[in-house]
T-cell receptor
């Protein structure tokens, strides 16, 4: 059971380039999310999805797009990379109980540097 | 809205001493609460969770936490620290918004 798989693990981009971070889960979880982790700021929610075809913004969505065409996949697109997007990105999935999330399962992270 | 406050970004304890990491939350509905641990260059993994059953929750590696509604707290404890406990710990809350909000994390240092 692979859980949550993120690719790539490391990426260096030039300012203005675009790229897609891939995330896939094999646990049939309806809820998937993307976070960025920066020193001293914890994990901040970028975008999330409560099911295929449904996405919504988190607290730091600017500069990022998502889509959810299948239950398994939830890619994160950086439209035009900026140095401020240098961060570690985590994808997570979980089941939902009513309006509350149960345990989240995290990928191993993508360390992105924008130069 | 929901939020989490972790007191102390860095905590140092001696090996064998009590570990106490503090977490206070706010939520407009009865919350689910979580503690996660992150080792260097790894993702987060669940230590324990409170989902409205027993208020004293036991997790992996000897950790436990107690949900105190009157104090809006969910502090993490371990009676005796091991060197392998050195990591960053995150408290998180899930309330009525289909989102999980994380605290800013506490780095635990264990001194031999």
């Amino acid at each position: 059971n692979a859980g949550v798989t993120q690719t790539p693990k490391f990426q260096v981009l030039k300012t203005g380039q675009s790229m897609t971070l891939q995330c896939a889960q094999d646990m049939n979880h309806e809820y998937m999310s993307w976070y960025r982790q920066d020193p001293g700021m914890g994990l901040r929610l970028i975008h999330y999805s409560v099911g295929a075809g449904i996405t919504d913004q988190g607290e730091v969505p600017n500069g990022y797009n998502v889509s959810r065409s299948t239950t398994e996949d939830f890619p994160l697109r950086l439209l035009s990379a900026a140095p401020s997007q240098t961060s570690v990105y985590f994808c997570a999935s979980s089941l939902v109980s009513g309006t509350r999330n149960t345990e989240a399962f995290f990928g191993q992270g993508t360390r992105l540097t924008v130069v | 809205a929901q939020s989490v406050t972790q007191l102390g970004s860095h905590v140092s304890v001696s090996e064998g001493a009590l570990v106490l990491l503090r977490c206070n939350y706010s939520s407009s509905v009865p919350p689910y609460l979580f503690w996660y641990v992150q080792y260097p260059n790894q993702g987060l993994q669940l230590l324990l969770k409170y989902t409205s059953a027993a208020t004293l929750v036991k997790g992996i590696n000897g950790f436990e936490a107690e949900f105190k509604k009157s104090e809006t707290s969910f502090h993490l404890t371990k009676p005796s620290a091991h060197m392998s406990d050195a990591a960053e710990y995150f408290c998180a809350v899930s309330g009525g918004y289909q989102k999980v909000t994380f605290g800013t994390g506490t780095k635990l240092q264990v001194i031999p």
